[in-house]
């Protein structure tokens, strides 16, 4: 009589959690100046957490860099075109040296070079990330200072978006408003591109985890 072995039952290995991905499935491609990614690939910030993942990156659409880029322009031509008529109606009793000309006219651009990168940094580095467990807004104020504000998905509240204006229409972007409960501080996305589907995506999002 043959002895009987008992049932063994394999265990079944536990499946790997899944990451969300947004309704769309498409990762976007980043380069040095995107505003809007869904998904994006090498894209990491100083406090994220282990296996934290980046759904969303945002920034300010570039339109906004158009009121600093003409300030600069001004500023550029000013040395060549506005200054010499203004001086050239003033009487002075002395000449002014050649020399404090060129002193002046470099300074001047020195300091335009410094309108111009400030503008440009202060709109590369204030970025918005939304990862599937965060949001997060770092505001860079200037090059020693910047802002760090974040809150949990699950103290999400409310989400809303606003955009007005023939441009904003025109070049489809606005204000992503999302409220929080608790102590939590508001955070909001100024001047985004695509707000709506920010908001879609955040909302599935807090869905998925429902």
Avoid at 142 to 159: C, G, M, N, P, T
Wanted: charged share 20%; proline share 8%.
């Amino acid at each position: 009589m043959r002895s009987q072995r008992p049932l063994e039952i394999a265990e079944t290995p536990p499946s790997p959690k899944r990451s969300f991905i947004p309704s769309d499935k498409t990762r976007s491609i980043m380069s040095p100046l995107t505003c809007f990614a869904v998904s994006p690939e090498g894209v990491r910030f100083e406090t994220q957490e282990k296996d934290e993942e980046v759904i969303l990156f945002l920034r300010q659409h570039p339109i906004f860099l158009l009121p600093s880029l003409c300030i600069v322009i001004i500023l550029m031509l000013a040395p060549i075109l506005i200054l010499p008529s203004f001086f050239g109606t003033l009487i002075v009793p002395f000449e002014v040296p050649a020399r404090y000309i060129v002193l002046g006219t470099a300074f001047w651009y020195v300091m335009t070079f410094g309108v111009a990168i400030t503008s440009f940094l202060r709109w590369f580095f204030n970025i918005y990330i939304v990862t599937q467990r965060r949001i997060i807004d770092i505001d860079f104020l200037h090059l020693l200072y910047k802002e760090f504000s974040e809150a949990r998905i699950d103290k999400v509240q409310d989400l809303s978006f606003k955009s007005g204006g023939i441009f904003a229409a025109f070049f489809d972007y606005g204000d992503v408003v999302v409220q929080t409960a608790g102590d939590t501080p508001n955070i909001d996305f100024t001047g985004v591109p695509k707000p709506a589907k920010v908001v879609e995506t955040i909302s599935e999002l807090i869905t998925s985890q429902k």
